[in-house]
């Protein structure tokens, strides 16, 4: 059963606190993305890896971080200096082609 | 930069009614246009992509079409269902680019 999960489907978190959103594929894609969805708004990009080991920041990656250490996994930290966290995350995969496979979501709220 | 507009930005139709989704973009160098529902809290299920290269995709009772040179796309929905509502969403890739550009998406309801 192949597909793309986030977790957890809720987060709550205190201000000044890291957290970690978790994303993990297995289809196989090398592409992987976050996006951030907001009210209102368009999905804005976060960070996005075209390979393992490699990743490269999209329009809003400041207060975030990311690794690539396996292909089927892109975890994004929200650090604390991020001024305004609480929002709706979005991780996607994507096949040679660009088709984008999204998750679940995360809905991080913090306080 | 590419910007993608989607009008109108809700829509409620009755049931079995017909009806077409726009969704514009402004740099026309473009790799695919990808269509996708998003229902509340949820994250997006792809509908349809079409290349480029390509003027028109089917599946089931949605079509899209897309005119490159005058920067449109539009997705038909034929003989909507009350499970059709949901957040319609489309999304282009540019041309050597790496991250799709979204639209803020139509709101549509169907009426029963």
């Known amino acids: 059963d192949g597909g793309i999960t986030q977790s957890p489907k809720y987060l709550f978190r205190k201000e000044g606190q890291n957290v970690t959103l978790s994303c993990e594929q297995n289809?196989?894609?090398?592409?992987m993305y976050w996006y951030r969805q907001d009210p209102g708004q368009g999905l804005r990009l976060i960070y996005y890896?075209?390979?393992?080991?490699?990743?490269q920041k999209g329009d809003i990656a400041e207060g975030y971080s990311v690794s690539r250490e396996k292909k089927e996994s892109f975890p994004l930290t929200v650090t604390s200096a991020q001024k305004n966290p609480t929002a709706f995350y979005l991780c996607?995969?994507?096949?040679?082609?660009?088709?984008?496979?999204f998750g679940p979501g995360t809905r991080l709220t913090v306080t | 930069k590419q910007e993608v507009t989607q009008i109108p930005a809700a829509l409620s139709v009755p049931e079995g009614e017909n009806l077409v989704l726009n969704c514009s973009f402004t740099?026309?160098?473009?790799?695919?246009l990808q269509w996708f529902r998003q229902d509340p809290g949820k994250g997006l299920t792809s509908l349809l992509l079409?290349?480029?290269?390509?003027r028109e995709q089917t599946s089931g009772r949605l079509n899209a079409s897309l005119d490159k040179s005058s920067g449109r796309s539009t997705l038909y929905i034929a003989a909507s269902q009350p499970g059709d509502s949901a957040t319609y969403l489309c999304?282009?890739?540019?041309?050597?680019?790496?991250?799709?550009?979204f639209g803020t998406g139509t709101r549509l309801t169907v009426i029963p």
């Open positions: 996607a995969s994507a096949t040679g082609g660009y088709e984008q496979y």
């Open positions: 289809l196989n894609h090398d592409a």
């Open positions: 890896s075209q390979i393992v080991n490699d990743f």
């Open positions: 740099d026309s160098a473009i790799y695919n």
């Open positions: 079409i290349q480029s290269s390509q």
């Open positions: 999304a282009v890739i540019e041309t050597g680019a790496n991250n799709l550009f």
